[in-house]
Nanobody, 127 residues
Framework: QVQLVESGGGLVQAGGSLRVSCAAS????????SGWFRQAPGKAREFVAA????????LYAGSVKGRFTISRDNAKNTLYLQMNSLKPEDTAVYYC????????????????????WGQGTQVTVSS
């Protein structure tokens, strides 16, 4: 019922910044928990950041806290991840995710906490 499309990935030097976006087709976007995950070569998909319904609360993985910012624009049905002070270890495919409307809980940090996924956008950080 919900389609998610990521964009904004690319190549950036270490220490630089990049913003990735996720456009959602659902009409109840503000009532869905959303998050970002990433998967690096040879590694499992890992949690990056989560945002509550409406957008009043956020949660970050320790590895990105203080460098990344998750936000949402409910009027545009869009989720964002602003990435600053990028490191080579941030290189990965970044995926956005969204829950069903009205799903319980403020946040989800595992993949089974989400129902819809985008196809991912590649972020590469060079040293």
């Amino acid at each position: 019922q919900v389609q998610l499309v990521e964009s904004g990935g690319g190549l950036v030097q270490a220490g630089g910044s990049l913003r990735v976006s996720c456009a959602a087709s659902g009409r109840t976007f503000e009532d869905r928990r959303s998050g970002w995950f990433r998967q690096a070569p040879g590694k499992a998909r890992e949690f990056v950041a989560a945002i509550s319904r409406i957008g009043s609360g956020t949660l970050y993985a320790g590895s990105v806290k203080g460098r990344f910012t998750i936000s949402r624009d409910n009027a545009k049905n869009t989720l964002y991840l602003q990435m600053n002070s990028l490191k080579p270890e941030d290189t990965a495919v970044y995926y956005c995710a969204s829950s069903q409307a009205g799903a319980g809980g403020l946040f989800a940090t595992t993949s089974d906490g989400y129902d819809y996924w985008g196809q991912g956008t590649q972020v590469t950080v060079s040293s």
